[in-house]
């Protein structure tokens, strides 16, 4: 028969949802956070894109079936000016890379991006990532406001900057340059 957890014995999901539920961000796993939003016509209501990145050297890796390999449990939530939950999401993330060196590489992160539209007003969005080997959490949070763009009014949006991504060699420029139609925007900034 198997035992009960011990009385007062915190499961990961408990750790997680205390995470995304603390006043100040847990920096346990340093997470950036970026909101943007897009007008989307054909739907009248703005897209708004949650993006986060934790960088790979905050995480634990373990070597599996010749790579080295991280796993992270992610959640997140949507908060109106009221408080009120709205969309979430869960998902268990996982990280691979050929090499240890790869995987602490300065460069190395994961990364997630959770759109959802939404109407005019104030936005809360919580993320919370826990790292499954060491049971580590992290946290993270941001507010937007999302313009009603049905009064007309002059309204000024945040400044996205990105770069094109790169290309096969045989889309380039006309300075010889391989571009792409993709351009990356960078999380962290």
């Known amino acids: ?14 750790l997680l949802r205390q995470a995304l539920g ?5 920096r346990g796993i340093p997470i950036a956070l ?5 007008d989307a016509p054909p739907e009248k209501r703005m897209l708004l894109s949650a993006s986060f990145k934790i960088a790979a050297e905050s995480l634990s890796f373990s070597p599996e079936d010749g790579k080295q390999k991280a796993f992270v449990q992610i959640l997140g939530s949507l908060f109106n000016d009221q408080g009120q939950s709205g969309a979430r999401f869960s998902e268990r993330l996982t990280m691979t890379a050929t ?9 190395a992160a994961v990364s997630y991006v959770f759109p959802v539209f939404v109407g005019p007003g104030l936005y809360q ?5 826990r ?14 406001e999302i313009p009603d763009l049905s ?19 045989a889309n380039t420029q006309g300075n010889g340059q391989p571009v792409s139609d993709q351009v990356d925007l960078s999380i962290d900034r």
Do not use: C, F, M
């Open 1 to 14: 028969k198997a035992k009960d957890p011990k009385p007062g014995a915190k499961t990961p999901e408990v």
């Open 22 to 26: 603390t006043v100040y961000p847990d």
């Open 99 to 107: 090499s240890e060196s790869l995987a602490k590489s300065s460069d």
């Open 125 to 129: 969005v919580r993320v919370a990532a």
């Open 131 to 144: 790292d499954e080997k060491s049971g580590r959490t992290g946290s993270a949070q941001g507010w937007v």
């Open 34 to 38: 970026n909101l943007n939003y897009v």
């Open 151 to 169: 009064k007309d009014k002059l309204t000024l949006s945040s400044v996205i900057i990105g770069r094109h991504a790169p290309a096969p060699a």
